[in-house]
């Protein structure tokens, strides 16, 4: 593939070491029989191994001036698809109208750090037919996902992605893989979407409306950031104490809160 013009508006960082490659392959450990989706293939590290296991991969790429280069390499693979639009704006569940396979995606990618979060969600929004996502993001933000109560890292997207998905760290990958290199260190990451949620609050959109609020201003306590919405004997009611702050709470708790606004707003 010819050499590309990287951009900084789509946040593109591609790996140049073949070991990561591997160990990036051997943690995925796709199956012949399996239907992969890579989201940004860039100068496609991941899309050859892929191509030559998989029964069937489709790739998303926004920038126009892969487009060619990507077809002109792949495109005479019989399992190899092309959508060149924006993943963030996707219907994933077009890729599995008319197959006779099982109704299952698995996600792969090396996501641009300024779409990860909002792509993640996006792609949340599909989870009853994603089994599993591998994505290499900035170490920081899988710190945030797989962070512990309590933690400095702990916040809203902790919870957000905890609540939906059992969270992994994988391996750290440094900034010298890259091509240019990134000025931060990148990880590996594995998310599979929960079948049936460890906590289940009864409105998921009033959950997501709690953990917004209650992380809005990390150094208040719960009893501030809720003030409108729930009183302080409603929070104890929940055998919670509002004068903690809510990095200090677990996803069970968070669900507890959430059902009891639901159930303040009927």
Do not use: W
């Not at 946040?11 to 990036?24: E, S, T």
């Not at 969600?121 to 290499?136: G, K, N, P």
């Not at 797989?146 to 400095?152: E, F, L, R, V």
């Amino acid at each position: 593939m010819k050499q590309h013009k990287h951009k900084k508006r789509f946040g593109q960082n591609f790996l140049n070491n073949q070991q990561i490659i591997d160990q990036i392959i051997v943690s995925i450990r796709p199956q012949s029989t399996q239907h992969l989706v890579e989201i940004g293939p860039g100068q496609a590290a991941l899309t050859r191994p892929l191509l030559n296991i998989v029964n069937k991969l489709d790739i998303i790429e926004i920038d126009n001036d892969l487009i060619t280069p990507l077809m002109t390499k792949f495109g005479k693979y019989p399992n190899f698809n092309l959508h060149h639009t924006d993943a963030l704006g996707f219907d994933y569940s077009n890729l599995l109208v008319g197959t006779k396979q099982e109704k299952i995606l698995r996600v792969v990618g090396n996501l641009p750090y300024n779409i990860a979060s909002p792509l993640m969600f996006h792609l949340l929004s599909f989870a009853e037919i994603i089994q599993d996502m591998h994505f290499m993001l900035q170490k920081e933000v899988v710190d945030r996902i797989t962070a512990n109560p309590g933690s400095k890292t702990y916040g809203r997207l902790s919870v957000m992605m905890q609540y939906s998905c059992a969270t992994e760290f994988l391996f750290n990958v440094n900034s010298e893989n890259f091509t240019p290199p990134p000025k931060v260190t990148s990880a590996i990451i594995r998310l599979i979407p929960y079948k049936i949620k460890p906590f289940k609050a009864q409105c998921e959109q009033t959950f997501a409306k709690l953990v917004k609020l209650s992380f809005s201003q990390k150094r208040k306590t719960l009893r501030n950031n809720l003030k409108e919405y729930l009183l302080v004997k409603q929070i104890e009611s929940c055998n919670i104490d509002p004068s903690i702050r809510a990095e200090k709470l677990g996803l069970e708790e968070f669900v507890k809160l959430a059902d009891k606004l639901f159930e303040v707003k009927q």
